[in-house]
T-cell receptor
Framework: GNSVTQMEGPVTLSEEAFLTINCTYT??????LFWYVQYPGEGLQLLLKATKADDKGSNKGFEATYRKETTSFHLEKGSVQVSDSAVYFC????????????FGKGTKLSVIP | EPEVTQTPSHQVTQMGQEVILRCVPISNHLYFYWYRQILGQKVEFLVS????????KSEIFDDQFSVERPDGSNFTLKIRSTKLEDSAMYFCASVGAFSYEQYFGPGTRLTVT
């Protein structure tokens, strides 16, 4: 079956630090990959996505590249801000008529001034 | 911007009681989902719903669970006889006709005592 493994948190960084949150996956077929973000008190919001190998998803300064050879989709940001403090979820769906998302456990990021 | 809403934000119930969690998806969306997250664990898919019937369900979604779209706007999840292990955050999501992006609600925290 499908599975997503992401680095355990919490992660605490100083403002303007570089962020990496690792995500690896196991899936049948050719999955689409996502990063979702959850700000305090809110629902899960799609941050970025990639639908095929070597695609790079990007949004709000965050990037992730779909690496089929390493089955990875690591989230990066060059300079984090306090407003980036949230929980980040890596997820996939394998398509082929099934659009249920398989999530990782989530990584809580705290950015301090 | 349209958003998915869920009520209540927090529900406390006694073991064995029935609960109904309510969701109002985005108005022109056609596909609806329930997920749950037990504290400290992954977000897990429960069920998807399209055209007034269940299209997929996970092994978690047993006979104690049911879903309904009673009036064209609400989408409900009923748990007939709650167990302690049903304590979790429950998320509703919806998808539009020509997209695969799932829009999530803020969640309902269910506590079974």
């Amino acid at each position: 079956g499908n599975s997503v493994t992401q680095m355990e948190g919490p992660v605490t960084l100083s403002e303007e630090a570089f962020l990496t949150i690792n995500c690896t996956y196991t899936a049948t077929g050719y999955p689409s990959l996502f990063w979702y973000v959850q700000y305090p008190g809110e629902g899960l919001q799609l941050l970025l996505k990639a639908t095929k190998a070597d695609d790079k998803g990007s949004n709000k300064g965050f990037e992730a590249t779909y690496r089929k050879e390493t089955t990875s989709f690591h989230l990066e940001k060059g300079s984090v801000q306090v407003s980036d403090s949230a929980v980040y979820f890596c997820a996939l769906y394998s398509g082929a008529g099934s659009y249920q998302l398989t999530f990782g456990k989530g990584t809580k990021l705290s950015v301090i001034p | 911007e349209p958003e998915v809403t869920q009520t209540p934000s927090h529900q406390v119930t006694q073991m064995g009681q029935e609960v109904i969690l309510r969701c109002v998806p985005i108005s022109n969306h056609l596909y609806f989902y329930w997920y749950r997250q037990i504290l400290g664990q992954k977000v897990e898919f429960l069920v998807s719903f399209y055209n007034n019937e269940i299209s997929e369900k996970s092994e978690i979604f047993d006979d104690q669970f049911s879903v309904e779209r009673p009036d064209g706007s609400n989408f409900t999840l009923k748990i007939r006889s709650t167990k302690l292990e049903d304590s979790a955050m429950y998320f509703c999501a919806s998808v539009g006709a020509f997209s695969y992006e799932q829009y999530f609600g803020p969640g309902t925290r269910l506590t079974v005592t």
